[in-house]
């Protein structure tokens, strides 16, 4: 695995419909397939818009997806806290031992309950971009939410947190085959 993405937690629709950021309102898709971060991919499957159908797809290109809570809701607002101090550890634990080479928070939300029930870090500072801490060896990076509720950041704005990404893994993490074993 050379790129995670973690959100918040999975929404029913998205749990419904089998695949992650399944609501067409969600903006993932969208900026993820106009971003540099999936050119290699879009290049490799074929297509210049990537879909949720793609999510599992991705695995083979080294990019996985998962969330902080994994109790699905219809808002991430209607989960008790008791769900992420249960839930961050056992991401924590995941991230050290899969060592992803970057995990991307969706959102300072998502990175905020994981830093305060993993790491300890309940008072921030919190930023988008390149945190300065790691998880083992990954590295840890933050982007704006692509909630719709999250609809002061324009889906360009979008696409440049993702580009500014790519620029941060390591060579080959969009290629085939480069998913360690």
């Not at 067409?24 to 991919?41: G, Q």
């Not at 994981?114 to 971009?129: C, D, E, I, K, V």
Request: aromatic residues 12%.
């Amino acid at each position: 695995m050379r790129l995670l993405f973690v959100g918040i937690n999975p929404s029913t629709f998205s749990v419904q419909r089998g695949h992650y950021y399944a609501r067409p309102t969600n903006r993932f898709w969208r900026a993820f397939s106009r971003s540099l971060l999936s050119a290699p991919l879009r290049r490799a499957l074929g297509r210049e818009e990537l879909s949720p159908e793609d999510d599992r797809a991705l695995l083979e290109y080294g990019i996985g997806f998962t969330d902080v809570a994994k109790v699905p809701s219809r808002q991430a607002s209607h989960l008790p806290r008791r769900a992420f101090a249960a839930w961050a550890p056992l991401l924590r634990d995941r991230i050290v031992s899969y060592e992803p080479a970057v995990v991307c928070f969706q959102g300072l939300t998502a990175w905020r309950w994981f830093a305060r029930y993993a790491l300890g870090n309940a008072g921030g500072p919190w930023s988008l971009g390149l945190q300065r801490i790691r998880v083992g060896r990954s590295r840890l990076f933050v982007v704006p939410s692509p909630s719709p509720a999250n609809a002061r950041v324009t889906l360009g704005e979008l696409v440049s947190w993702y580009n500014r990404l790519a620029r941060i893994l390591p060579p080959g993490a969009s290629s085939r085959g480069t998913r360690e074993r």
